[in-house]
C-alpha cells in the first residue's frame, strides 16, 4: 500500500502467473484499462457470443446491430431466408451502414455516398467509381455465426472455437423447451456500475442468495438449501423424482459441466412445493411454451462465456447477455420469451412475466456494484472463495485460460 | 482483427509510412490519442487559424477570446487601434486574464492579484512586487496575428507559416465580397461527434451532395452536376459566361487551388438558374453587400487548412470553423455576415440568412457522425476514394505532410 | 511551444529538480495525470490527514465514511468507546462492508455474504466457510490514527510521521477553543474545478485579499494591513496588547510555524475594532464555545499539509478539508462547529454562522478555477512569487520534499 508508483507495473502476463488458485483475483483485474482491453482483444473478440433470439428477424430483410467489444454487427435475415451477421462499416470510407438499432431492408444502402450492399454482404453499386473497381472485392466483411434452439450466436474471430459439442448437447437439452416458438415480450437494459467480471462471478455463485435474492430462494429449491440442509435434502428428493420422470418421457436431463477446455454450461434444477415458473407467486405468467408442465420440467440453465445466462421455465424464459462498457461498467440486455401466440391481457400477464427475474437481478446490481466500489480500494486485497463458491472459481479458471492460451500461441510465434 | 494486443504499438511516424494514397487513412488516425495529440501539436499549433471577424473588435479595447488547441488567446483592438493577439494567461501565478468570452477593456487586469496590462499585453503595474522587479520582463506572450478581407488569422508557432501569397491572391478575390463592410448576425456552435479530420473530409468532395443535400444541389451547379451529365453542362456553360462578364469588371476570378506547399484555396463558382444566393428559395436574405448581384457575381469559396471555410454570396457570408475537441468530437462555430447597415424585419431576414446553411452543415454533422460510428469499429479497413474525392485526397496529403516536414526536421536536428 | 510531443517526456523526478525557488510550480504539476498519481501516492497516501470532528461519532457503533486517495476508511467509536479507523474493503470477495455515509452499527455486516466484523475490524463470523479458515487473520484492515483538540487524523501509511510535537505543540493552543464541547451546525460541499494544489496554495497567502476578499479584510487586520500601512500598523500595536493580555491569563500564543521537517502551522491572531468573531457584522452568531471572548482571543488558525484549514473564533469554527478528486478537480469539506449546548433560533444564528466563510470560500473557489484554466493553457510558463507568498514558497517547498523524500528512499533502496 502507498507505494504503488515505486512498484514495477506489472504486465497482465505477470499479474495471471501470480494468482493464487481458490482466492479471488487482483485489484488490476477489475479496474485496469490494460486488463480490460486484454478482455476485449483475448476474451470477448475470440469467443463465442449470444447476440440474440431468432425471433427478432423472422423475414427475409429483418436486421437487428448487435454491439460488442467495439464491433458493431448487423445481423440479418437474408433474402436467402438465411441469418448473416456482417460487419457494420462501409468498405468505401467506413460509414456505419446501419444506424437504426432494429429494422428491415432488402439491401443495405450507406447513408454517406450511397453503396448498396445485398443483405449477404456483397457490394451490389458503387457509383461514379471507375471501370476498374471490383465490387466482387468491397463486400461487407462477414463474422462467423451459428443458430442453437433458436439463440443466435458470433464470434469475431477468424478461427473461431469449436462449436459442435455445445450445439449437439446443450440443442438436445434446449429441445424441450421450444424457445423456437417464442417470441420477445419484454426487454431491460442495464449499465451495471461494475467490471464484467464482477456481474459474471455475481451469477456463477448462490452463496449470496440467502439474504440477497429472498424471491428467489422461495421458487428454487438448491438456492434455499445452502443456508438450510433440511431443504437441501428435499430438494434433493424432488430432483431424483423429477429426473427419473423426464427420462420416461425421453427428455435428456444429463448435466453439461463445464470442464477445463469447455465454455459452456446446462443444467435442469427443480422448482420447490407450489411453484411451477420462476414467478414471484410461483403460479405460470404465460400460456405453457415448454413440452412439459414446469411442475415436472423445472428450469434449464444455460450458461456460456463470457456472455450469456438463460434461465428457461416452462411458461417463459429469461434470456441475459453482458457487454464489457469500461473497466467500471458493464451494459446487461435481458429478453422474456413466451410463446408466440400469448396474448397480453388474455393469457399472458407481462408484468408477472418479468417481475422476478428484474427483483433478482437488480438486487444482483446493487451487489455487484458495492464489490466494485469496494474493489476500487487500494486497499483491497485478494481473499478466499467458501466451498459454495466452486463456479467462481471455474470462471475464474476459464477466464485466465482464455489470456494464457493467447500468451503461449504468442510464445510459439516468436520462437519460430 | 482480434489481436491488437499482440501486434506491437504503431507510432504516428509508422502509420504515416503505411499509408497508400487515395485510400483512406487507418483507423488510428480517427480513434487515437497519441494522433490527436499530434494533430494539435504539429497541425494546429504550427498553422495559421481564423479566429473571426474583424466586426467582433471595431472600437479600442473590444476583444473576444479565441481558445484553441490548448490555448486561449485575447484578440483585442489595441488603443493604437492596432488588432493584438495575446496568451491569456497572467504571467505571475498563470491566471486567466479574462474570462468573459467577449467584452472591452481600457486595460487587462488580472482578477487573481490585479497585475495590469496594457492592450498590447506590455505589463503595467505590479502591485506590492519588490523593487527589482522588472514590469518590461513580464508582458503578456504575443501570438502572430494578420488581418485579409477583414478575417483575422493567428498563428501560434514561433515561426509561422508563409502567409504573404494568400494574403495577396485571396486578398484580391475577398475584395469585392466586401466584407469588411459587414457585421455578424447570426452565431452557432456545434459540437460534432466526429473527429476534426472527417469534418473537414467531409467538406471536401461533393460525392455525397445528391442525396444528402438536396437544399445546397437546387443552387449550386457543380454540386447537381457530379450526378447529372447534363446539369454539369450547363454549369459550365453559365460558368464560362459569367467569368467572362467578370473579367470585363476587372474582377479576378483565376482559382487558387491547392498545391502541395500550400494550405489555402479558393474559387468562385455560380448559382443555378433562379438563385442568386445560397439561400432556399433563391433570392437575396440581405441587402447586398458585394459590388455586384449574386446572379453575376456567384459564391466565393475560401478554405484554409486546418481550420477554415468561408462561402460568400452577395448577401450573406457563411463562416465556418473546426476546433479539434477530443479524437472524437469537433467543435465547428458558424457566423453569419451580412452588411452592416441591414435592419433586421426590413430589408433583412435574418432567418433566412441562417436557413440554407444551417440546413447543409446539420445535414453534414449527422453524416460526419455516422462516418466516425463505423470507423470506430474495428472491422474498420481502408477504403478507395472515388475520382469525386478528389479533395480529399488533397487534404489528406496536406496533414500528412504537415507531420512529416516535423519528422524531417527532427531527423535533421537528431543528425547534428 | 509547439513542440511538447517532440521533446522528451520529463519524470516527475525531473521536474522537481528543474524547479526554480521562489517561481511558480510547471504546469505539469497542476495538469498532468503521472503528478497526480504522484501526489495521492507520495502525499496524501503518507501524510497524516484530518478526517473531521469527533462529535460525529460520540455514540459507541457511530460511524462515518472517510474517503481519500482511492480509498474509503470506517471511521467507528467501538464498543470500546475508542475510536477505530478500518479499511472499509470485506476481506472476502472485497465488497465495501459499508455503504452510508455514516450511521450507526454495534456489527459490521457485509452486505454480499454477510461476514460479520467487530466494531474494532476484527473478523467475527464468515458463514460456510470451511473448518480450517481461520477468522483471527481476515479482520478489516486497520489504519493509523488520532484524536487531538477533538480533531481526528488518519494515516494510510504503515510507518506515519512524527505526530508528538503536533499533538502537544498545536493540542496546546486548541485548548482555550473548547471544540471537544462544540457540534457541527452546518456542512457543505465543494467540488472545486482546480488540481488541489492551486487550492492549498491559496489559502497561504493574502496577497490576493484585498479585491478577492472585502468581508474578511473588514474583519481581519493582518489581510487588511497588506495593502494597508496605517492598518498594518494598528495590527500591530492590537496584536502585542493581546498577547500580553492572554499571557496573564496562561494561555500560549507562541506561533508554531512551519519547518522544513513539519507540516503543521499554527498562529493566533486578533480581529479589527468592533469584530468579535469571523462573521459580516462583527458580532458573534454562536453563544461563546472558548474561554474567553473573541475580542480578546482572536482567531485561532490551524493548518496542517495537505488538507487542513481551522479558523476558531470564539463563538464558532471553520473546519475546511482538501480532496484530490483528479488533476482538475478538488473536494473541498466544509464543517462549522458551535457549542454543543447552542439552540438554532435561540442563541444561535446558524445562517451567520456560515455565511463569513462560506463568502469567502466561494470567492475562493472562483479564483482557484480561473488560475487553473490559465494554468490548462500550454502559454503559461512559471512566475515570481511577491514577498507577500512566502507561505505559498513554504508549501511548494515542502510539497517537493515529500516527493523528493520518497525518491531519495527509493536511490537508498534500489543501493543495497
Not at 482483444?41 to 427475409?60: E, M, N, P, Q, Y
Not at 420447490?272 to 411454451?289: I, K, M, N, V, W
Request: with cysteine.
Amino acid at each position: 500500500m502507498g507505494s504503488a508508483i515505486l512498484q514495477p507495473v506489472r504486465t497482465v502476463d505477470e499479474m495471471i502467473r501470480s494468482r493464487t488458485p481458490g482466492w479471488t483475483l487482483d485489484r488490476e483485474f477489475y479496474t485496469g484499462t490494460s486488463v480490460f482491453d486484454a478482455d476485449l482483444d483475448r476474451v470477448f473478440r475470440r469467443s463465442w457470443l449470444c447476440a440474440g433470439h431468432t425471433s427478432r428477424i423472422r423475414d427475409a430483410g429483418d436486421y437487428f446491430l448487435f454491439e460488442i467489444a467495439g464491433d458493431s454487427i448487423i445481423i440479418i435475415r437474408g433474402r436467402d431466408q438465411r441469418i448473416h451477421a456482417l460487419s457494420n462499416t462501409c468498405r468505401h470510407r467506413g460509414s456505419r451502414v446501419c444506424s437504426a438499432p432494429a429494422g428491415n431492408s432488402k439491401r443495405l444502402v450507406c447513408p454517406y455516398h450511397q453503396w448498396v450492399y445485398d443483405t449477404d454482404g456483397s457490394l451490389l453499386k458503387a457509383r461514379l467509381m471507375p471501370d476498374e473497381f471490383d465490387v466482387s472485392e468491397f463486400g461487407l466483411r462477414p463474422v462467423a455465426s451459428r443458430v442453437v434452439g433458436s439463440l443466435i450466436f458470433v464470434c469475431l474471430a477468424g478461427d473461431p472455437p469449436e462449436f459442435e459439442e455445445f450445439s449437439r448437447r446443450v440443442g438436445a437439452q434446449l429441445e424441450p423447451q421450444r424457445l423456437e416458438k417464442a417470441r420477445i415480450c419484454h426487454s431491460r437494459s442495464y449499465e451495471v456500475r461494475a467490471n464484467w467480471k464482477l456481474v459474471l462471478e455475481n451469477s456463477r455463485e448462490c452463496y449470496h442468495c440467502g439474504v440477497g435474492h429472498p424471491q428467489y430462494c422461495r421458487a428454487v429449491g438448491f438456492a434455499a438449501g445452502i443456508d438450510s440442509p433440511r431443504i437441501a435434502e428435499l430438494d434433493a428428493v424432488t430432483t431424483r423424482d423429477r429426473i427419473a420422470f423426464l427420462a420416461q418421457h425421453g427428455i435428456e436431463t444429463e448435466p453439461v459441466l463445464f470442464r477445463d477446455e469447455t465454455w459452456f454450461h446446462c443444467r435442469r434444477f427443480f422448482l420447490r412445493d407450489g411453484f411451477s415458473s420462476e414467478t414471484l407467486d410461483g403460479s405460470p405468467a404465460a400460456p405453457q411454451l415448454a413440452v412439459l408442465p414446469g411442475e415436472q420440467l423445472g428450469v434449464l440453465a444455460v450458461v456460456t462465456f463470457p456472455n450469456l445466462l438463460l434461465e428457461a421455465c416452462a411458461d417463459y424464459a429469461m434470456l441475459m447477455r453482458y457487454s464489457p462498457v469500461s473497466p467500471r461498467a458493464t451494459r446487461v440486455d435481458v429478453d422474456w420469451l413466451v410463446s408466440q401466440d400469448a396474448i397480453d391481457g388474455t393469457d399472458l400477464d407481462a408484468g408477472r412475466v418479468e417481475a422476478f427475474w428484474r427483483t433478482t437481478a437488480e438486487q444482483d446490481w446493487t451487489l455487484c456494484e458495492e464489490n466494485q466500489l469496494g474493489i476500487d480500494s487500494l486497499a483491497y486485497q485478494s481473499g478466499p472463495y467458501s466451498p459454495d463458491e466452486r463456479g467462481v472459481e471455474q470462471f475464474v479458471r476459464w477466464y485466465l485460460n482464455q489470456l494464457s492460451v493467447t500468451l503461449e500461441n504468442r510464445e510459439s510465434a516468436a520462437n519460430q
